[in-house]
């Protein structure tokens, strides 16, 4: 059975700090890895990760994705309070694109 | 561009009833799908369409119809509502093309609608 886990679930931290979250996968046919930031509402897209070893950025945040080890992490430096959400990761697998399987989610809060 | 919107953002049923969760998108996109998220669950996929007339089932098809009669509209129906189905629902769609055969669907980045909030009593 298709798997994507994330740790951790939850994460308190004060501004400035950087954070460190991590996703695992186990799939079938591995196509992208994709990570979404949700607030309160909708997912919104972050990055799609599709080569091992190459690191996306985009302004503090950035991920990579390690094939050999299924996983990704996403860093965020210097956090702000505005980065407190709930942090998806997501890989799309199988024979056929779009089917996305959601880990449970990194519960993200930045104190001030 | 509206990007993809869904009606109603809020709805209490009772159990037994039937209702239609509205999705539509204006960015012509041909993929297109609905999934649920419960707490400490994630996102799982109920349904999804990879183009008008063609509806397929996702992980948690149980209990939900969809039809696809337009490239811009894909509702969600519950046809007779339980309290397990309540939830948030989420609709998302995203540009997709073919390759390496008609059944080797790929696809770009899926964008979120704002979802429904559903409660079955």
């Known amino acids: 059975e298709d798997k994507v886990v994330q740790s951790p679930l939850s994460l308190v931290v004060h501004e400035g700090d950087t954070v460190t979250l991590n996703c695992s996968y186990e799939v079938t046919n591995f196509r992208s890895l994709l990570w979404y930031k949700q607030e309160k509402k909708a997912p919104t897209f972050l990055f799609m990760l599709?080569?091992?070893?190459i690191e996306k950025k985009s302004g503090r945040l950035s991920s990579i994705l390690d094939k050999k080890e299924l996983s990704s992490i996403l860093n965020i430096t210097a956090t702000q309070t505005g980065d407190s959400a709930i942090y998806l990761c997501a890989v799309e697998a199988g024979n056929q694109g779009g089917k996305l399987i959601f880990g449970q989610g990194t519960e993200l809060s930045v104190k001030p | 561009n509206a990007g993809v919107t869904q009606t109603p953002k809020f709805q209490v049923l009772k159990t037994g009833q039937s209702m239609t969760l509205q999705c539509a998108q204006d960015?012509?996109?041909?993929?297109m799908s609905w999934y649920r998220q419960d707490p400490g669950m994630g996102l799982r996929l109920i349904h999804y369409s990879v183009g008008a007339g063609i509806t397929d089932q996702g992980e948690v098809p149980n209990g939900y119809n969809v039809s696809r009669s337009t490239t811009e509209d894909f509702p969600l129906r519950l046809l007779s509502a339980a309290p397990s189905q309540t939830s948030v629902y989420f609709c998302a769609s995203s540009y997709s093309w073919v390759s390496g055969g008609p059944s080797f669907v790929n696809t770009d980045t899926q964008y979120f609608g704002p979802g429904t909030r559903l409660t079955v009593l």
């Open positions: 599709t080569s091992s070893g």
């Open positions: 960015m012509n996109h041909e993929y």
